[in-house]
Nanobody, 122 residues
């Protein structure tokens, strides 16, 4: 059974930083694409970033480019999201997800974590 457990969320002031982690178990981590999505209250789930199996390819939504960095440690089965220069509009529940397709669409990911709350105050 695949499990994804996120951690690292919290409350931070605008301009601050957080690092999210997502620990995976239940299947061979390095065989799958990993991604981060987020969902703010009253809004649809939004793609944030995706990383290839090797970690050599990454993609980001325009609003987080040059501020967020996705990475993965295939030896530890963890994917990270380093978030710098945080803005109030980054406030959301952040979810990690895993799938077989390098995609920005939620439908292409078959397992999800429970989410971790990120709140950025102005």
């Amino acid at each position: 059974q695949v499990q994804l457990i996120e951690s690292g969320g919290g409350l931070v002031q605008a301009g601050g930083s957080l690092r999210l982690s997502c620990a995976a178990s239940g299947r061979t981590f390095s065989n799958y694409i990993m991604a981060w999505f987020r969902q703010a209250p009253g809004k649809e789930r939004e793609f944030v970033s995706v990383i290839s199996r090797s970690g050599h390819s990454t993609s980001y939504v325009d609003s987080v480019k040059d501020r967020f960095t996705i990475s993965r440690d295939n030896a530890k089965n963890i994917v990270y999201l380093q978030m710098n220069s945080l803005k109030p509009e980054d406030t959301a529940v952040y979810y990690c997800a895993t799938g077989s397709i390098y995609s920005t669409r939620p439908v292409d990911f078959d397992f999800w974590g429970q989410g971790t709350q990120v709140a950025v105050s102005s």
